[in-house]
């Protein structure tokens, strides 16, 4: 049993809860609430509070926030909050519940132990099925003087992986499974890899139970966490002692571990909505403290809200009061959770004013791009919403990078074999001059992907010509329609060779590639070992193995792992393929040699730009620097052979780097193992990608220059299963 505990007055500042020496402060931001309790819980799962602490206007408000300070009160105790104000009406949309026990919003450790979603639906006490904040000393860590990383955009490999997913199959073999500490054991992998950045699925405390009634019928629930309650929070379900509040220690653990590694962290976060979804939604926080000001709703009725993101709610992000609560957000995790960047999930939403029309300026997007403490941190949009909103290329801000949904979608048709994208094709292996460089922005503005965990895997998209999500509940509603995938001649798996050798042919022709495009490359975890998630295109609900990689293919595909490595090892071996500034086809200063030069099936031709059965894309890249080697890069996805003529270069020889057709380990060559070839001419298999680089003449029997490739025999290729 606890003691009751003495009282003062308090401070409203900071929001959320302050350990000190001789007791915690507590303070919450509420407009419009007439009435607050704290409630002081002995252990996450304690049904009913020890104490109940009233706090009367006169000696705990000052303007908008509740404050109290109890004496005394150790760490590891667990609190929530009660609030009661106006009644719900169509005039102010305020919904408080004087019975409804509430999260902090600015809490750092959260349980959902009790949790039960649809009790917070209803009006009335639900004390002992609510999620509890924790009393948490977030200043005892050391980081071993731990800072974010400052890796270079254009130097950057990005890596999207599912936190749970990644390690949660039993073929994993880590201690923890499916837990930010598990993640740190495949490190090793990470880094052989080579990938230089996580992209990590949302992490930040969100509802599991957020699924639709048939879905979670099934015993599914909300497994990829786009449904965030507690933005400061890391989500305890990837926590191993969640029940002692070790969430910010074990974030802070992976995150210095993969610094130590080289390796930046990017974190998936979900601004545009919460997972209070609409009207009938449950009240976990925001909706029983900040009423309608926390989000869009209708200007004539505000018990009404709008849905600019297809889960009920949208955040009303450029409010004064949500915009700090937001820009504060992330300034923390960077300042306090070292991480290196932030994606932003349906990111057009946070462009939408409170009367839910897009702004020019919205200053959300452009506090964050000012932010001084947010100045060396990777800013990515999703730039589009729910509801329509389009805006790549034209995304609010300078500084953002975006997701180029224009390339993903060129990319995927090319690989399929479609008419009339080549002059695309090229633009976007460009940078996407025609989206940034008008706008004084550069090629790193778009962030190149052909998968995200959203859509098809890469093996799906050479295995499915339809989505087959039955799994989720949904009779197949879910998901999107258009997928531009295609199967070669079998739905789904096969036991007929020629279509599985084409398969991983094509695999590896999408990496190739992504890896030679100019921008920012994003890579989904489990691609690299074709993983497969059976047709299904949308399973956010499927924590299971279904999701889960299974590291087994990483045995069984070994041949497109090893491919990927390498490709990554080509890439940051050749500046040429990391530009900051767009391509001019301008000749350079030092060579008598263009940066890059388009050619037909002929050397020196123009490709048939206009013509739309034009399936065959050639050009050349020059080196940067004069010892650099050039680049000579033949995308062939038409159905037929072709001898392809190549470009004279003075007093250089071209050796083949990559030919897709060629079985392992041939498709790819490390420089030290190459040769020159024999002929001025290469033959170029249907569905492939080669890759030639020349080096010059003197150098043929000699080393080979400085920065080049390890020999094969020392490119070890990391087995994750040992």
């Known amino acids: 049993m606890h003691k009751k505990y003495t009282l003062k007055s308090g401070s409203p500042y900071p929001n959320g809860v ?9 303070s919450i931001t ?5 009435q607050v309790e704290l409630l002081l819980f002995s252990q996450e799962d304690s049904p009913r509070p020890f104490q109940i602490i009233s706090l009367h206007k006169g000696s705990h408000h000052t303007f908008f926030s509740w404050h109290v300070f109890v004496e005394n009160l150790p760490t590891g105790i667990w609190y929530g909050w009660r609030i009661d104000g106006p009644s719900f009406t169509r005039e102010s949309g305020l919904r408080f519940d004087k019975e409804k026990v509430l999260l902090d919003p600015w809490a750092r450790a959260v349980s959902d132990k009790l949790w039960q979603r649809k009790n917070a639906c209803i009006p009335g006490d639900n004390c002992d099925t609510a999620m509890r904040a924790a009393v948490v000393d977030e200043k005892d860590y050391d980081w071993e003087g731990d800072i974010p990383l400052a890796i270079r955009s254009e130097k950057a490999i990005i890596y999207e992986l599912h936190v749970g997913g990644f390690t ?5 073999k880590v201690k923890h499974p499916g837990t930010f500490l598990g993640l740190i054991e495949k490190i090793p992998y990470l880094q052989q890899l080579g990938i230089t950045h996580v992209e990590l699925l949302p992490v930040m405390a969100f509802d599991e139970q957020d699924v639709p009634p048939h879905t979670s019928e099934l015993g599914l629930k909300n497994y990829w966490g786009y449904s965030t309650h507690s933005f400061f929070s890391p989500h305890p379900g990837y926590c191993v002692s969640q029940h002692q509040a070790s969430h910010l220690t074990e974030f802070r653990d992976l995150v210095k571990a993969l610094h130590q590694a080289g390796i930046g962290v990017i974190m998936d976060v979900v601004f545009n909505h919460t997972s209070e979804a609409g009207v009938d939604g449950p009240v976990i926080n925001f909706k029983g403290i900040a009423g309608n000001s926390f989000y869009l709703t209708d200007m004539h009725d505000k018990r009404i809200f709008h849905d600019y993101t297809g889960c009920g709610n949208t955040v009303n992000a450029n409010h004064p009061l949500v915009s700090n609560f937001i820009i504060t957000c992330l300034e923390y995790w960077v300042q306090e959770m070292h991480v290196d960047g932030f994606r932003f999930d349906l990111a057009s939403a946070l462009a939408r004013g409170e009367d839910g029309h897009v702004m020019q300026d919205p200053p959300l997007v452009w506090g964050i791009e000012l932010s001084q403490q947010l100045a060396k941190t990777k800013l990515i949009a999703e730039a589009w919403d729910a509801a329509g909103l389009y805006q790549v290329g034209s995304f609010p801000g300078y500084r953002w990078g975006e997701w180029n949904g224009m390339y993903r979608d060129v990319i995927r048709r090319f690989l399929r074999g479609d008419s009339g994208v080549s002059n695309e094709v090229a633009t976007r292996l460009c940078g996407s001059s025609d989206l940034y460089e008008h706008q004084g922005r550069l090629p790193i503005s778009g962030i190149n992907f052909i998968t995200c965990h959203d859509g098809f895997t890469l093996s799906d998209l050479f295995s499915y010509n339809e989505k087959h999500n039955d799994a989720n509940g949904e009779s197949n509603r879910d998901g999107c329609n258009n997928n531009l995938s295609y199967n070669f001649g079998a739905e789904g798996p096969t036991q007929n060779a020629a279509i599985n050798a084409l398969r991983h042919k094509q695999a590896k022709n999408a990496f190739a590639i992504l890896l030679l495009s100019h921008g920012v490359p994003m890579l989904l975890a489990g691609d690299e070992f074709l993983h497969s998630q059976q047709g299904n295109n949308n399973g956010y609900c499927q924590d299971n193995e279904l999701s889960w990689l299974d590291w087994t293919d990483s045995k069984r595909n070994v041949d497109v792992l090893r491919f990927v490595q390498q490709m990554i090892q080509l890439r940051k071996q050749h500046p040429s393929l990391m530009r900051r500034n767009f391509l001019s086809g301008a000749k350079l200063e030092h060579r008598d040699i263009a940066d890059i030069s388009w050619h037909g099936l002929e050397p020196g031709q123009p490709p048939e730009w206009n013509n739309p059965e034009t399936r065959i894309l050639a050009f050349t ?17 038409s159905e037929d052979k072709h001898i392809m003529q190549l470009p004279s270069i003075f007093n250089r020889t071209w050796c083949l780097a ?11 060559i490390p420089p030290e193992l190459q040769k020159p070839l024999s002929k001025p001419s290469y033959p170029v298999d249907s569905r492939s990608v080669v890759v030639l680089e020349n080096v010059d003449n003197d150098l043929l029997h000699t080393k080979k220059s400085p920065g080049f490739f390890s020999k094969l025999a020392d490119m070890k290729i990391f087995n994750p299963n040992e």
């Not at 302050?18 to 507590?26: K, L």
């Not at 949660?168 to 994993?172: L, M, N, T, V, Y």
């Not at 990559?658 to 790819?668: C, F, K, V």
Request: proline share 9%; charged share 20%; hydrophobic share 30%.
């Open 621 to 637: 890249l020059a080196g940067i620097n004069p010892d650099d080697p050039d680049l000579h890069v033949i995308m062939n996805m």
């Open 18 to 26: 302050q350990v000190e020496e001789d007791g915690v402060n507590f």
């Open 168 to 172: 949660s199959h039993p073929s994993s």
């Open 30 to 34: 509420s407009r419009h609430a007439t």
């Open 658 to 668: 990559l030919d897709t057709s060629l079985r392992s380990p041939n498709d790819i």
